[in-house]
């Protein structure tokens, strides 16, 4: 009785050490994350995991190795890591964004696209899976299908940049100028200065055959920042295309002086003799 008791203490302290051994890697692992020792933290995490393999707590260990791996620049790693937390925990909404957003790095879309819909289904308002997705789409012209997503987004957040800008793409894209322009119009007024959304303003004009009012944002584009290269050579080709050729000349000029090489204007420069 005595051995069998004795037995049951050693099975216990042992027990106890091992979990301790764990834990105290695991409080190890995370101050050096927090430093950023990264080399260090992946180490402790990996002896964490080799300590205790059937631990509960190892979803959140391989999760954790994950993001160390990735902030290393160890993508595949990474991925393998973050794969092993899923193993365990397959509807951890976090652990698929993070494996989504690293397969969208290595422009793994169809895997992404897996992820971001497994997400949607456990939480259908995630702003996050739901703009990623309507990228997908995009790329993928199912515009009818990203426009849903983009919807969803604007539904929970009227204000959301991204989503705005993709629902304006879309009405380019599908040739709808007029409400492209006017979804612009909208977020210029609240943004005046906002050079990035003339410029975009600009494109949808001279596709819609508005030179005229794609050479005025243009003009404003290079009043508020005038060392802006790109928005000479866009303000060169709107003349270029108005037949304005000594003014788009004098554009492009401006441009390299801006820092553009001339070999890359050259066939523009060509095109204004």
């Given at each position: 009785?005595?051995?069998?008791?004795?037995?049951?203490?050693?099975?216990?302290?042992?027990?106890?050490?091992?979990?301790?051994?764990?834990?105290?890697?695991?409080?190890?692992?995370?101050?050096?994350?927090?430093?950023?020792?990264?080399?260090?933290?992946?180490?402790?995490?990996?002896?964490?995991?080799?300590?205790?393999?059937?631990?509960?707590r190892n979803a959140?260990?391989?999760?954790?190795?994950?993001?160390?791996?990735?902030?290393?620049?160890?993508?595949?790693?990474?991925?393998?890591?973050?794969?092993?937390?899923?193993?365990?925990?397959?509807?951890?909404?976090?652990?698929?964004?993070?494996?989504?957003?690293?397969?969208?790095?290595?422009?793994?879309?169809?895997?992404?696209?897996?992820?971001?819909?497994?997400?949607?289904?456990?939480?259908?308002?995630?702003?996050?899976?739901?703009?990623?997705?309507?990228?997908?789409?995009?790329e993928q012209r199912?515009?009818?299908?990203?426009?849903?997503?983009?919807?969803?987004?604007?539904?929970?957040?009227?204000?959301?940049?991204?989503?705005?800008?993709?629902?304006?793409?879309?009405?380019?894209?599908?040739?709808?100028?007029?409400?492209?322009?006017?979804?612009?119009?909208?977020?210029?007024?609240?943004?005046?200065?906002?050079?990035?959304?003339?410029?975009?303003?600009?494109?949808?004009?001279l596709e819609d055959?508005?030179?005229?009012?794609?050479?005025?944002?243009?003009?404003?584009?290079?009043?508020?920042?005038?060392?802006?290269?790109?928005?000479?050579?866009?303000?060169?080709?709107?003349?270029?295309?108005?037949?304005?050729?000594?003014?788009?000349?004098?554009?492009?000029?401006?441009?390299?002086?801006?820092?553009?090489?001339?070999?890359?204007?050259?066939?523009?420069?060509?095109?204004?003799?």
């Amino acid at each position: 009785m005595n051995k069998i008791l004795s037995i049951i203490v050693c099975l216990f302290m042992a027990l106890s050490v091992k979990a301790q051994s764990y834990n105290q890697l695991i409080e190890k692992a995370m101050e050096y994350t927090k430093r950023d020792s990264l080399v260090q933290a992946e180490d402790l995490f990996r002896q964490a995991l080799k300590s205790d393999p059937k631990n509960a707590r190892n979803a959140l260990l391989f999760s954790n190795l994950g993001t160390v791996l990735k902030r290393q620049g160890k993508t595949d790693e990474a991925l393998e890591a973050y794969t092993m937390a899923l193993n365990i925990t397959p509807y951890a909404t976090s652990i698929l964004l993070n494996r989504a957003a690293l397969y969208m790095e290595k422009n793994l879309l169809n895997k992404a696209y897996v992820d971001y819909c497994n997400v949607i289904d456990l939480l259908p308002e995630n702003i996050e899976a739901r703009l990623f997705r309507a990228y997908i789409y995009m790329e993928q012209r199912q515009y009818a299908e990203a426009r849903i997503d983009y919807n969803v987004v604007l539904g929970k957040d009227a204000k959301n940049r991204t989503a705005r800008l993709g629902i304006i793409m879309l009405d380019e894209k599908e040739g709808r100028y007029a409400s492209a322009r006017d979804g612009l119009n909208l977020m210029i007024q609240e943004n005046p200065h906002d050079t990035s959304l003339l410029k975009m303003r600009a494109n949808i004009e001279l596709e819609d055959n508005h030179p005229e009012l794609a050479l005025v944002d243009i003009e404003e584009v290079i009043n508020v920042t005038p060392a802006d290269a790109e928005a000479h050579i866009m303000q060169g080709d709107i003349l270029l295309s108005m037949k304005k050729k000594d003014e788009a000349r004098k554009a492009y000029e401006q441009a390299i002086r801006q820092g553009i090489p001339r070999p890359e204007l050259e066939e523009r420069l060509r095109q204004c003799k």
